[in-house]
């Protein structure tokens, strides 16, 4: 599996045993759910001592965080130039994700109690990280097709509020809304005054 | 306290009883978290028999949906004509909602798994009443403030978006933006072509 993004802070560490014990904590998540997936469970399964996992997550809920994200694909939309193609592209990858039963597990430990009372987790480092990414998408667009006002992490911060909605709003409370109508929207705000 | 939306469908009930549970399910969740709050705890706790309990509500994430969402705010939002006036108490309303201690401490009924499982939820069926009220607010503004192809409940995910971003996504991973900008964003896209 390749590097991951969220451990690349620090000193160097034995990427064996991150690998092995985040393989441990989403076969937990998706097998058990989020209650079981514990550090001393994860130890028991993967084999890594508990206290060696400590040393790299300060809790279950950075373990868990890091598990669920460590490979999130909407950091890895390139932007085209063909800017409704690939904001459609980041959105359905967001869905995508945050549908997926990994992510639906880890639930808890991304938007429960405990994971909001922490400053600085890999999941807001996560988002931190991708906005620059993000940004690169709208200035790949052509000269004219953006207002100039326009600041790319609140167009970012709309796109990931739809995604959730997308993905975690059941389907019977809302009216069948294709992602094409979001991104409609979306244009609708980028758009300078003399496009519209 | 004010009888529940949610306990509107089907034949009357004890509402004593149900006020009991309900109020046992709100201080389980608040003091012992979403693991702890199970029908047999709550039971013990309400001195509501388990079976009472279940015939009420299918299992705990019901329960728990409808303990959480009772008395749901934004739906109290009553349309003044001021559509941004309006606007800006519906989405402080929700991102105050999503922020509340219960309503952290109920997010894996919510999010999770178990919950997106279900076809017709308490929270489901909340979210699709706000619906026709959230269409009155839009209703309500003068002629010529909303473009005439604008459908009121993309607007409505819009905002329940934007509002679990600014309530969920920790304040570290995103920049300072104020409820003002979300809003500047939701009333262009509202505003008719010739008034942009």
């Known amino acids: 599996m390749a590097q991951s993004i969220l451990q690349t802070r620090g000193r160097p560490r034995d990427a064996s045993i991150d690998e092995r014990a985040l393989k441990a904590t989403r ?4 097998e058990e759910g989020f209650a079981a997936t514990t550090i001393q469970r994860v130890a028991e399964r993967s084999g890594v001592h508990a206290s060696a996992i400590y040393r790299r997550w300060p809790s279950r809920i950075e373990l868990i965080q890091t598990a669920a994200y460590d490979n999130l694909a909407p950091g890895q939309v390139r932007p085209t130039g063909d800017l409704r193609h690939d904001l459609t592209r980041f959105l359905r990858s967001y869905i995508a994700t945050f549908s997926s039963p990994l992510h639906r597990a880890a639930m808890p430990a991304l938007l429960g109690p405990e994971a909001l009372e922490q400053p600085m987790t890999p999941q807001a480092w996560l988002l931190l990280s991708v906005r620059p990414h ?3 998408i709208l200035a790949a667009a052509p000269a004219g097709v953006i207002d100039a006002s326009i600041d790319s992490d609140e167009i970012f911060d709309l796109l990931l509020g739809a995604a959730m909605v997308h993905a975690c709003v059941p389907k019977e409370a809302r009216p069948k809304q294709p992602v094409e109508r979001t991104i ?3 244009m609708r705000i980028l758009s300078p005054p003399t496009n519209r």
């Open 27 to 30: 076969e937990l998540l998706l």
């Open 134 to 136: 993000f940004k690169k």
């Open 184 to 186: 409609d929207l979306v």
